[in-house]
């Protein structure tokens, strides 16, 4: 133990926001002080300087612990200590995750979306759409005057707060036309379209991300503020983010928009929810 070390941490403080929580410290001002150590458990306070996981050393005094589970409490404790090393006396703070993300509304692809609950409002024929394996299909292969399907519900949104959108969609063919779009994030103040081809997704009036659009994968669309950002099968790393665009609309959208295109398009599930941006 120190000699004559009676400091204690001020402030040794633990702020709790989703998925991470920030620590910050004072470190003691001891002409032997060598750094601090910050180490944690989720069973309860690392008993000394060798329980629990380290997480921090150094003469720094914050450290943000990141990647954490959601509605878990996190145990932490400081020891300071001099350069033999000898620990000083713990000082013990704790926080608790908040709770994770969840989905508002689940459209699992079972039934047409007219008949889901909640029901979806369409604009065009869902007699192009079908349930095939667990999917709604849309099968567009006319560009006669009527040829599309979207579906929409207003989901309430705010700019502010974020919107969040999975699906988990295969596009089989595509003639492209200029009005079509897949899915569509509209939340009074901004909104954002996408498209889906066979090679590639495409950001309506935006760059394009070239990958298998013919096989099944998860696009997970997000739109906060002024950026809207686009991860695929779960990655945390967005394939396309930028700017929305502006639209008074407060609506969820998607299907296949353009009657002068064609597209063969499977939904496996639609899941949404307006409580904020959240990546995987
Ligand atoms: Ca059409
Ligand atoms: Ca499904």
Request: proline share 5%; aromatic share 16%; charged share 10%.
């Amino acid at each position: 133990m120190f000699h004559g070390w009676t400091f204690h941490y001020v402030n040794f403080a633990a702020t709790p926001s989703a998925g991470q929580i920030a620590l910050s410290w004072t470190n003691p001002g001891d002409a032997d002080f060598a750094g601090t150590m910050v180490r944690f458990k989720t069973t309860g306070y690392p008993t000394g300087p060798t329980d629990g996981t380290q997480i921090y050393t150094g003469t720094g005094t914050s450290y943000t612990h990141t990647n954490l589970s959601p509605s878990t409490t996190y145990y932490y404790s400081a020891f300071a200590y001099d350069e033999v090393p000898n620990y000083a006396t713990k000082a013990d703070v704790s926080a608790t995750t908040p709770a994770g993300m969840s989905w508002q509304v689940m459209y699992e692809g079972d039934v047409l979306p007219s008949a889901a609950s909640p029901s979806w409002a369409f604009a065009g024929s869902e007699s192009w759409a079908s349930i095939v394996s667990g999917a709604v299909r849309v099968n567009d292969n006319s560009t006669a005057t009527g040829s599309y399907v979207t579906w929409r519900q207003g989901w309430v949104a705010s700019n502010a707060t974020g919107t969040t959108v999975e699906t988990r969609m295969r596009c089989a063919s595509i003639t492209y036309n200029s009005a079509q779009k897949n899915v569509e994030l509209l939340d009074g103040t901004k909104s954002v379209g996408f498209l889906l081809y066979t090679n590639k997704i495409e950001v309506i009036g935006g760059s394009s991300y070239n990958l298998t659009g013919s096989t099944y994968h998860t696009y997970r669309f997000t739109l906060q503020g002024n950026t809207f950002n686009v991860y695929l099968d779960g990655g945390s790393t967005p394939i396309l983010t930028g700017a929305p665009g502006t639209s008074a609309t407060n609506q969820v959208k998607f299907g296949v928009a353009a009657y002068a295109g064609m597209q063969d398009i499977y939904f496996d599930y639609l899941y949404y929810t307006v409580a904020g941006a959240y990546p995987p």
